[in-house]
């Protein structure tokens, strides 16, 4: 074959000089010459070079490997390589990223003393180099599997699969260190997986289970948990629950599966207290929610077994735990709402970090769709940036609530073109399984979500007589409410939804419309119906249902209460029941009178608002909290 390039000689004969440009000459010309298999012609050029030269000349021999992967490439590759290991050797440890699959195969195949002990460590650099790699990883492990042990405990999980569960089984004191290294998810389901092939007497004698490290202690306890053979893992099982070497979290879930809690015998407040106590260590994850505005949101819980709750949540391993599940059971429905509001807007007020993400598991079985609009605006704050991991994690939430309003906002960022793709593709996903969930296709979920608010046939804007409703450009809109309204308006518009076959995201129509008699109001506060008392218990019962909670307590008994607390922080308000005042704990023969009700302005140091400047809406929903307590004292 005639070669059009010239032949290569020494490089004083050569007219190129050292610039860039020379040099970048000269590679030209290797790389020719290797194409054509004429590595020998490279190695008698290369013996003419000074050091540096020949470092430079050889990384282009490695870097053009894989780009030209021919068999006349690599056999004069093979020549170079042999001709001179220690340099190609020092290459590879100094630019890694000359690396490749080809040289990989290349240097397994050929077994160069030099080289081939950079072969794993190069393999196993990074997670995608491992899944690169996996055909020849799978060989050296299988001819030296030690090699593993070498390995970063957090790759694990890539690398135990491709052992073998002979030579998994030689290596299991050594590897039990190891997985002692990393708290890696990851690498404890690889761990479940292999063992399901390992006898349990194996991981005895290796010394598995009587290690005291956390990270092993909880590998332990999933391969027991998944283990065929769960008669002999069961006693292995309760003595480390026995023996105590599990954190509350792991603890907790490990109880649930040992004795599960028949629905019918949940335990009592008072047990779930006990446990609770025993836990007397606080993570530091804790620290953005341990305050009085929110340990308020847990009662009836002591503030004690809000900061276990909390704890158990942050320390979990993915799910929230049994015994934290237990606790937030004992809340309303309108407490587990707003702590999951709250939660919400403390992970998004911390920019969405990483470490700040446990505390969104206190949004199962608690958050509605409050969560929705902080969490929609999140996903549109991160999703346009390098934080759009965050807004996938926010996306995670919204399609968990499921709920027409959250999945609508998971509709307008798998709608965007703002959003990075990752981003958008979640959200796609999301409405898929959305639609799923439904037994429908996307396009009729998407048909469903679709908001038609106010609008009549021809997508005009209505009022309540049914008739077109102009609106001037300048114009704000405000929700409607019921309080103040004219006599039979709440009916039309009920009628109007219906006839439009339209649900509201919000029951406005069926939000509180009475407003209290005059004789009630004062300059200053909403007196209650007259005579109304009831039992303490009774009182914080109904009271916590509608969202209240312990205010400050009396002056003159310290540990007693004379006053409830609805806190509206977005409107910067405070409601306050006042009563009489009566002891924090349960005191069930003591009557309490309620007094009244007063709005303070949390912007103004909590300053009485006058009761002529309370909004109607306001009025209206306090009064009826005042007649709820009316219609349940006692006959």
């Known amino acids: 074959m005639e070669d059009t390039h010239r032949f290569l000689v020494p490089l004083a004969e050569m007219d190129v000089d050292l610039t860039l440009d020379g040099v970048w000459v000269i590679e030209r010309e290797i790389a020719a010459r290797l194409r054509a298999g004429r590595g020998h012609e490279v190695m008698d050029y290369m013996a003419h070079c000074d050091i540096a030269l020949r470092k430079a000349l050889g990384a282009t021999v490695l870097d053009a490997i894989d780009a030209a992967a021919c068999d006349d490439f690599l056999m004069a590759a093979d020549q170079l390589i042999t001709s001179d290991p220690a340099l190609f050797a020092t290459l590879l440890r100094e630019q890694g990223a000359l690396f490749g699959p080809s040289l990989a195969s290349l240097i397994w195949e050929k077994q160069y003393p030099a080289l081939l002990p950079l072969l794993f460590p190069l393999m196993t650099q990074s997670r995608r180099a491992i899944s690169a790699y996996e055909g020849i990883l799978h060989a050296i492990l299988s001819r030296q599997p030690t090699l593993l042990l070498t390995a970063e ?86 003595g480390m629950l026995a023996a105590g070497e599990l954190d509350p979290a792991s603890a907790s879930a490990l109880a649930a599966v040992l004795a599960p809690i028949d629905a019918g015998a949940a335990p009592s407040l008072a047990q779930l207290e006990a446990q609770a106590a025993g836990i007397t260590r606080w993570s530091a994850a804790i620290k953005p929610l341990d305050h009085a505005e929110v340990l308020a949101l847990f009662q009836p819980l002591s503030g004690h077994a809000a900061r276990a709750a909390l704890h158990l949540a942050a320390t979990g391993d993915e799910a929230l735990p049994p015994l934290a599940a237990a606790l937030l059971a004992q809340l309303s429905a309108d407490r587990r709402a707003r702590l999951a ?235 306050r029941i006042l009563h009489s005042a009566g002891p924090a704990s349960p005191h069930f023969g003591m009557p309490v009178g309620i007094a009244a009700a007063e709005l303070r302005d949390a912007a103004d140091g909590y300053a009485l608002v006058p009761s002529a400047h309370w909004p109607k809406s306001l009025l209206a929903t306090v009064w009826s909290h005042l007649l709820l307590l009316d219609a349940k004292r006692p006959a």
Not at 202 to 230: I, S, Y
């Open 153 to 238: 405990p957090g790759k694990l999980d890539l690398l135990i699969p491709l052992l073998p569960t002979d030579l998994l089984r030689a290596i299991l004191p050594e590897l039990g260190a190891m997985i002692a290294k990393t708290s890696s998810k990851a690498v404890r389901d690889a761990v479940v997986a292999a063992s399901a092939h390992l006898d349990l007497d194996e991981m005895c004698a290796a010394g598995w289970f009587t290690v005291r490290n956390k990270n092993l202690r909880l590998a332990c306890r999933d391969l027991l948990l998944a283990h065929p053979n769960q008669a002999a893992a069961a006693p292995l099982l309760a």
């Open 341 to 575: 509001l709250h939660a919400v807007q403390t992970w998004i007020a911390g920019e969405g970090e990483p470490k700040l993400r446990s505390m969104l598991r206190l949004l199962a079985n608690g958050a509605d769709e409050r969560i929705a609009e902080p969490l929609g605006a999140a996903v549109f704050a991160w999703g346009k940036k390098s934080k759009y991991p965050r807004a996938v994690v926010a996306l995670a939430q919204l399609s968990a609530l499921d709920t027409p309003y959250a999945l609508l906002r998971v509709m307008e960022a798998a709608e965007s073109i703002k959003l990075k793709g990752p981003v958008i593709h979640a959200a796609v996903k999301a409405l898929d399984a959305a639609a799923q969930r439904r037994n429908c296709a996307m396009g009729e979920l998407i048909d469903d979500l679709t908001p038609d608010f106010g609008l009549a046939e021809d997508f005009s804007l209505i009022d309540a007589d049914d008739k077109p409703f102009p609106l001037a450009p300048e114009a704000r809109i405000a929700l409607w409410h019921p309080a103040g309204a004219a006599a039979g308006e709440a009916e039309a518009w009920r009628s109007h939804l219906a006839d439009y076959l339209l649900t509201p995201l919000i029951d406005q129509t069926g939000a509180p419309a009475a407003l209290p008699p005059a004789a009630q109001l004062t300059g200053d506060c909403l007196l209650a119906p007259p005579g109304l008392s009831m039992t303490q218990p009774d009182l914080a019962a109904i009271l916590g249902k509608a969202g209240y909670s312990e205010g400050q307590r009396s002056g003159t008994h310290a540990a007693w209460i004379d006053w409830h607390a609805w806190p509206l922080p977005t409107a910067r308000l405070e409601v």
